[in-house]
């Protein structure tokens, strides 16, 4: 008996339902597009109706413009579905319009995506320099495999931007709900492993909160923490990063002076 | 009502500020590191702030001249901290002339002022 290998993350049938193999060439030139395999990586598991939200997504980019790839990241990957945001990078060497994608996209599919179009340069320079582009692309689903070869570099006066929108917590503890909190801390671990030079992964962040804050993720955001407890902790890590940027930038300032 | 009416004060200032500082300070980097990220990152702070005008009384015509003058003054202090907190650290190139300006631009568009 031969046998047929399927990959495990599928669109369009589950186990034990009935199929019919075929061969490719007999297929028309549009449904041999959209057996293509996507690529995965770091999603372990997904759901089944996510896949057929990434495949009418595919559809959408496919049938709008001319690209080299497109990634799709963020909490949609996550399991269950109260997912806070679906990011679509669009790489590409053509001026493409996202809006209009994001659009389509909105009233095919009806969900809204935030989409990023941006040619490989600047996708590399971005994954070495911003910690969030490494965090957001420590796990994603894309049409094709990214290699990469990312040397880190540290742009402080980026990173302060990046670590100002943590300050957030701090002024606004009682009127933040556990979702964002998280989101929050989650900005300023990953740049405070991103200036010690550490992998910065989605897991990577969780762990650091769960060791610092000595709290688990689930209950920052269930909102069940304790004010005083956290806010110390938040208070002196934001501090001791502000500080390593600060004297980051003094550094650059000076080197940019001689 | 009104202790609630004054915390979202405090948050539409603390919000709105972080905005004004987050603008002056990108304009003190070197533009061609700036993605469209970056505005993004703006934009969705405004857009925050501007929630929570939304929630302030009166909606759709500027605050008592009382309430915008107290808020201007706080924004202005905040901004102005957080910048002359960089620049004592040796960030330069911050345009603290830049201060006002935006403040009264942001006020307008979130119909405060």
Known sequence: MDQVYVPKKRTGFNIGDYVIIKPLKEESGKDLKKLKKLYFYGVSDLEKIKLEIIEKIRGVIE??????????????????????DLDILIISNEKVNGNKIKKTITEKIGINPDIIVLNIKTLIKGLSTDPLYQM??????????????????????????????????????????????????????????????????????????????????????????????????????????????????????????? | M?????????????????????????????????????????????????TYRNKINPINSPLPAGDSLFIKNRIKKRVE???????????????????DKEIEGYLKKLEVL
């Open chain 1, 63 to 84: 049938q709008s413009i001319e690209f080299e790839n497109f990634i799709i990241t963020g909490s949609f990957l996550e399991r269950g579905f109260d997912f806070r």
């Open chain 1, 136 to 258: 957001m692309l420590s796990k994603y689903v894309s049409k094709k495999r990214l290699i990469f070869n990312i040397k880190t570099k540290i742009n402080y006066k980026i990173l302060d931007l990046h670590l100002l929108k943590s300050k957030a917590l701090i002024d606004g503890f009682d009127f933040l709900n556990g979702s964002e909190k998280y989101q929050l801390t989650r900005n300023m671990i990953a740049i405070s492993l991103f200036l010690e030079n550490k992998k910065i992964s989605k897991v990577s962040v969780d762990r650091k909160i769960k060791e610092l804050f000595k709290t688990e993720i689930k209950d920052i955001k269930d909102n069940l923490i304790n004010k005083k407890e956290f806010l110390k902790e938040y208070k002196k890590i934001y501090k001791e990063t502000f500080e390593k940027i600060m004297k980051g930038v003094k550094r650059e300032n000076g080197s940019k002076q001689k």
């Open chain 2, 2 to 50: 009104a202790q609630n009416r004054n915390k979202l004060i405090e948050l539409f200032i603390s919000n709105l500020a972080n905005s004004i500082v987050h603008e002056i300070l990108e304009r003190a980097i070197d533009r061609e590191e700036i993605a469209d990220k970056y505005r993004k990152e703006i934009k969705n702070s405004f857009e925050v702030s501007k």
């Open chain 2, 81 to 99: 901290r957080e910048l002359n907190l960089r620049i004592s650290k040796g960030y330069k190139n911050i345009d603290l002339s830049l201060v």
